[in-house]
């Protein structure tokens, strides 16, 4: 399977603050990338896309992508408690529909 | 719209025992995927189906998994003679089409196995 990679394992930030995830593939050939979010006990749900370089952004989250380096990373501000859940990152090739995840980060925002 | 269900949602088992999880996708959703989630970790597929052809099952332990998709709609898992390492939660998860790669993949709630 492609080997997607996420850091850090675990991130606590406190509510209103800033939450900044990374995540690299190491397979070349890899051109789409999702961010799911899945919370304790729960599938896991998508959050948000990206497929070209440059960044979107979505009420509070923004995601960046380099294509280059094939590092995406997703940025959550003013966070708030009912963030607090594992953020996985997921690749793909164009030309398949299969996702392979990372281990994901582990994100507890204390109130 | 009905999201995809599984069942059960819980199971527990001694070593040896077999087990099969069934999947029901969203309707219409032509490719079907299973993935194994162990604690704390991100899902690793399994095996997924395109209707009722397998198009990868490489990820899967052949010994003792199985998986098919009969008539293209349901799917069941079917683990036999399960190891104290088959803990996991198993995600069965659907889509509309295959290839592309900018399909968005839907969960279900997942069965969660537990081997003593």
């Known amino acids: 399977q492609q080997k997607v990679q996420q850091s850090p394992e675990s991130l606590i930030v406190p509510e209103g603050g800033m939450a900044s995830l990374n995540c690299t593939s190491s397979?070349?050939?890899?051109?789409y990338f999702w961010w799911y979010r899945q919370h304790s006990g729960k599938s896991p749900k998508m959050l948000m896309?990206?497929?070209?370089?440059g960044e979107k952004e979505e009420g509070r989250f923004t995601v960046h992508l380099n294509k280059a380096s094939l590092h995406t990373s997703l940025h959550i501000r003013d966070s708030q408690p009912s963030d607090s859940a594992l953020y996985l990152c997921?690749?793909?090739?164009?030309?398949?529909?299969?996702?392979?995840f990372g281990s994901g980060t582990k994100l507890t925002v204390e109130p | 719209e009905a999201g995809v269900t599984q069942s059960p949602r819980y199971a527990v088992l001694q070593e040896g025992q077999a087990v099969s999880f069934w999947c029901d996708p969203i309707?219409?959703?032509?490719?079907l995927y299973w993935y194994q989630q162990p604690r704390d970790q991100g899902p690793q597929l399994l095996v997924y189906f395109r209707d009722e052809a397998v198009i990868d099952n490489s990820q899967l332990p052949s010994d003792r998994f199985s998986a098919v998709r009969p008539k293209g709609t349901n799917s069941t898992l079917k683990i036999q003679s399960a190891k104290q390492g088959d803990t996991a939660t198993y995600l069965c998860?659907?889509?509309?089409?295959?290839?592309?790669?900018?399909?968005?993949?839907?969960f279900g709630e997942g069965s969660k196995l537990t081997v003593l």
């Open positions: 896309s990206i497929f070209s370089n």
């Open positions: 998860a659907s889509s509309l089409g295959l290839g592309g790669g900018t399909g968005q993949l839907y």
């Open positions: 997921a690749a793909a090739k164009s030309n398949y529909n299969v996702l392979y």
């Open positions: 397979d070349r050939n890899v051109d």
């Open positions: 309707s219409g959703h032509d490719t």
